[in-house]
């Protein structure tokens, strides 16, 4: 999942809240590089589940499902942007909101 | 085609309206009259919301008080309700005791079909009955029965002694303790866990000593086209489960919000303090389905079963709920991060008859002025009422039902306890004209201020949710004011044509996405208008929206009661995207001048202009409220 020569500056927890990967809730650990977007890692990924991201939140018009760092829900403009740190969760969840 | 109760041409309607005069000052009135539906309005205004704020606005005046016999309560259905769409509802619409104004109030159950197969397509009750009482209708037999021994029951316990007595045919609508003892945000309660739970209908009914109602209904309903409605059922159902929401909201149904809420920070938490809980893992969707959930329910007809059935407290509570409105206001917002207690509240709520989010925002409310010193521990009768007290919470849900000592103080709802307390506790009074808000704090997304404070019914979040749109599908800001006023008009108008309907707009919303011309289809198999259009059901929507507003401008509604709470408007959030963010005056006055320019009112008083009322054909039952009309031209 690393390119070869980089070397992990540590790691961050993804958080899914939503279905990917064929189940809703569930988590796991990935590797960062130093000055890694949030898009690099999500380019890493197992390629299954980077496309599936990409088909979720990063390709349609109005997405359904959205990103958060640190509980904090961000535009996806900002995924290409936005620069993670060692110990960041990222959380995959839905944007359902309904009472 | 062969129309009920007369109606010859139209499918979907019963055709006729039940007055029932239950006694006291409408004494000129018979017991029980029919009358047919105007077919002349029923295009103009359909049936639910639109035909139901029409009759309240023909049988009250300003002089009629909320709790008085006059006051009619009105259970309305619609057109679509009781055919095999999903999600059938009825409303009760009438002066509502905790805002004075407007009141819809809508509930699942079986009674909303049952109403039409009765033959009512709404039915009005007025007066007040000599003694405790319930009103039994069986087709066209209609009787006031004795209710002395159902008084003092809770809403469980009364519709249960109701079924066994009257057989399970009967489907039934009650009030609780709370509504009984007039708290103006007791629900009406039916089929045991739904409820017409804002604004205080079950008051109404407390005020009219009417402790419940049970329908039997024999008759069918017409559909205009049969085949064609089970065909689109069918459409409906694969669009269903093609949605990206759908999966979601059957799984875990309104509890998922826990997740996006905090994440965009609008989370109500200690009397909307703050818009993040560090508690929310305790609370969210997943604890609740991996701790508490037992099993699912759906609404009549609904192929989409997003209740969830809940046991907790070692089996002692057992709930349909808690629904995300409560987790949010007796959860967090009081400070609890315990589910099972959550569980409890909303069983000990849903008993007593009362609102869940109007309760947890005046006990919330308590626990802030107990904690700035404002209230002291000899007000409450003994209560350490911090937040996060969860003893003090199950306390206070049963002390205000009842009205009993410190609870008394809180049971007219969050604005007259501020008045009662005073100290300046109004500056975080949260309501909006009256109706306490509910789960999306507004200083997260500024277009959700704008969506309260236009609300009909006040301090709503079931007009419009602009939290849960997607930035992309409308240009807005969430931090300032550009396109948010025709954002929120655009869901607010979106929700009127299943509100006449009458059908769940949840549904709607989520898994059909909203689009107006599955809704024009439905009115066309359903009654038969063959020529409906989406563009007619986008004008409806302007008119029915008018019409409240109309009846709200006459009960002395204007632009200054249009606003939100101290708190709201003027002091930062601390935590979550809108950390420091500060709605303001100015910023709230230009999405409210957008707003009223979209919908045609006057800028500086908030009515609407007499060419509004004769563009949506409103001219006749309105044509009084102008500017003019009140002597209040701009």
Redesign the interface.
């Known amino acids: 999942m690393k390119a070869p020569d980089e070397k992990e500056s540590g790691a961050i927890t993804l958080r899914f ?3 990917f990967g064929g189940r ?2 569930w988590e796991m650990k990935v590797g960062v590089l130093p000055e890694d977007t949030l898009l690099d890692v999500f380019g890493r990924l197992p390629e299954k589940l980077s496309g599936e991201i990409r088909e ?1 939140i990063l390709d349609p ?6 990103v ?1 760092v640190n ?3 961000i ?2 403009d900002d995924v290409a942007r936005f620069r993670i740190k060692e110990g960041d969760v990222i ?1 995959l ?7 | 085609m062969n129309g009920i109760g007369g109606m010859m041409k139209l499918g979907g309607y019963a055709g006729k309206i039940l007055y029932v005069n239950l006694g006291g000052e409408s004494a000129a009135e018979p017991f029980c009259r029919t009358e047919p539906l105007d077919e002349r309005l029923l295009r103009r205004l359909i049936g639910g919301r639109g035909y139901g704020a029409y009759l309240l606005y023909r049988l009250t005046d300003p002089s009629v008080k909320p709790l008085d016999p006059a006051n009619p309560l009105i259970l309305s259905t619609g057109p679509l309700t009781g055919t095999p769409l999903a999600g059938s509802k009825f409303v009760s619409i009438t002066k509502s005791p905790l805002t004075g104004m407007f009141l819809d109030s809508y509930s699942g159950g079986e009674i909303a079909g049952e109403m039409k197969y009765a033959g009512y397509d709404h039915i009005v009750i007025r007066g007040r009955a000599p003694q405790p009482s319930y009103l039994y209708i069986e087709n066209g037999k209609v009787e006031l029965r004795d209710g002395r021994r159902l008084w003092g029951k809770t809403t469980l316990d009364a519709e249960e002694t109701l079924k066994k007595e009257l057989g399970p045919a009967a489907k039934i609508l009650v009030t609780g303790i709370a509504g009984e003892n007039l708290v103006p945000f007791s629900c009406i309660c039916t089929d045991y866990y739904h409820q017409s739970g804002r604004g205080g209908a079950g008051a109404v009914m407390g005020s009219k000593n009417l402790k419940a109602v049970a329908v039997i209904g024999s008759g069918g309903l017409s559909i205009a086209d049969s085949k064609g409605l089970t065909e689109f059922r069918q459409y409906l159902i694969q669009k269903f489960k093609k949605s990206q929401y759908g999966e979601l909201r059957v799984k875990y149904g309104t509890p998922y919000t826990t997740v996006s809420a905090s994440s965009i920070g609008v989370l109500p938490t200690r009397n909307f303090q703050q818009g993040t809980f560090e508690g929310i893992e305790k609370i969210n969707c997943f604890t609740l389905k991996e701790k508490l959930w037992e099993s699912n329910h759906a609404c009549l007809g609904c192929q989409a079963p997003c209740m969830n059935y809940v046991r907790a407290r070692q089996g002692k509570v057992r709930v349909i709920g808690p629904e995300y409105e409560t987790i949010s206001l007796l959860g967090s917002n009081v400070g609890v991060d315990d589910l099972e207690r959550i569980a409890e509240f909303n069983e000990l709520c849903d008993g007593y008859g009362v609102d869940t989010i109007s309760c947890g925002n005046v006990i919330a409310f308590a626990m802030e002025c107990f904690e700035r010193g404002l209230i002291d521990r000899k007000t409450t009768e003994g209560i350490d009422l911090r937040f996060g007290n969860a003893d003090a919470v199950s306390l206070l849900i049963g002390k205000i039902s009842r009205r009993e000592g410190f609870g008394n103080l809180l049971a007219d709802g969050v604005k007259k306890a501020a008045e009662r307390i005073g100290k300046g506790s109004e500056r975080f009074a949260i309501h909006v004209k009256g109706m306490e808000i509910s789960g999306y704090e507004p200083r997260g997304a500024f277009p959700m201020g704008l969506a309260y404070a236009t609300a009909t019914r006040g301090g709503c979040h079931r007009r419009a949710k602009p939290v849960e749109i997607p930035q992309s599908r409308f240009q807005y800001d969430n931090f300032g004011s550009e396109g948010n006023a025709a954002m929120v008009k655009k869901l607010q108008d979106a929700r009127e044509p299943v509100h006449c309907g009458i059908l769940c707009d949840a549904l709607l919303r989520f898994c059909f996405e909203t689009d107006m011309k599955d809704v024009a289809e439905m009115y066309r198999l359903v009654v038969g208008w063959n020529d409906m259009t989406a563009q007619e059901l986008n004008e409806l929507s302007e008119r029915i929206y008018t019409l409240t507003r109309c009846y709200n401008v006459r009960e002395g509604v204007r632009r200054k009661d249009d606003t939100l709470p101290p708190r709201i408007l003027y002091e930062p959030l601390p935590d979550g995207p809108g950390k420091g963010k500060i709605i303001g005056d100015a910023t709230f006055n230009r999405m409210l001048d957008e707003y009223y320019d979209l919908r045609g009112w006057d800028r500086k008083s908030g009515i609407p202009t007499p060419e509004t009322l004769t563009r949506l054909d409103l001219a006749d039952i309105a044509g009084s409220i102008t500017p003019a009309g009140t002597g209040e031209e701009a």
Do not use: E, S
């Not at chain 1, 018009?61 to 959205?66: D, K, L, M, R, V």
């Open positions: 809240f939503a279905p809703d809730h979720k018009p109005y997405p359904a499902f959205a958060a509980g904090t829900m535009a996806r959380t969840l839905a944007r359902l909101v309904g009472g």
